[in-house]
């Protein structure tokens, strides 16, 4: 009589089956894992980069406030820049106006220092040049025009050479006589000023023409005139 033990039969079927069920597990529960473990990762990935994006959306405010800033700053120094310079160009002119008023009245003061007695100005006026100044009168005697010619080039404030325009005798007063009508053209400069030295600066600019003399003739000679 033949005898068949299926029991170990059944035994090795249901150890494969629970050895495949256990396989399926760890597999299911592996991808599971690593579907997690993904998505944690990327949730993170997300949450960083909106973390950034909100502090570059910062960054970019704070820069936007700071450029209106240092616009408005800029504007200021430009505007600043402009009124420094136009207060610096008034500063030079006012500077430049008070050099050129002392020529005409070291020119006028040397004038009525260089008159000899008996001469007297009836009128000057500016020549050619900025400096030039052609200056009229009259005089008694010819040596009191010399006179008047070697004072003016002799105070420094004239440059030699000083030029008779015109002279001529007039009748005068009988109290007076003759008179000498003059004009003379004479050439204005500071003293200590050389000629290169008055070709790059400015000459002073004598005063508009003048009728009154600087010092008084004769009664008679002035209703001659």
């Given amino acids: 009589m033949i005898k068949i033990n299926l029991l170990t039969v059944e035994r090795k079927s ?25 998505g944690l990762g990327i949730a993170w990935r997300y949450w960083s980069l909106q973390r950034q994006s909100a502090q570059i959306d ?21 505007q600043f820049e402009q009124r420094k310079a136009q ?30 007695p008996m001469l007297w100005l009836i009128g000057m006026k500016q020549g050619a040049s900025p400096a030039e100044v052609i200056v009229d009168g009259r005089c008694t005697t010819m040596t009191g ?17 000083i ?15 003759e008179l000498i009508r003059f004009s003379i053209k004479a050439t204005f400069q500071l003293p200590g000023v050389d000629a290169k030295g008055a070709a790059g600066a400015k000459p002073a600019v004598p005063p508009p ?17």
């Fill in 209 to 225: 023409p003048v009728t009154a003399p600087p010092n008084t003739p004769p009664p008679a000679a002035a209703k001659a005139g």
């Fill in 14 to 38: 249901a150890k494969k089956k629970v050895v495949a069920f256990q396989s399926a597990q760890k597999l299911t529960l592996g991808c599971t894992l690593i579907l997690l473990v993904a």
């Fill in 58 to 78: 910062l960054d970019i405010s704070a820069a936007q406030q700071e450029t209106t800033r240092l616009h408005s700053v800029i504007t200021q120094v430009q």
């Fill in 145 to 161: 025009l010399s006179d008047f010619v070697a004072n003016l080039e002799g105070s420094g404030f004239f440059k030699r050479g």
């Fill in 87 to 116: 207060l610096q160009q008034r500063v030079a002119l006012i500077e430049q106006l008070r050099r050129d008023q002392t020529g005409p009245v070291h020119m006028l003061d040397q004038v009525s220092r260089s008159l000899p």
């Fill in 163 to 177: 030029e008779i325009i015109q002279s001529q005798t007039e009748t005068g007063p009988a109290t007076v006589g």
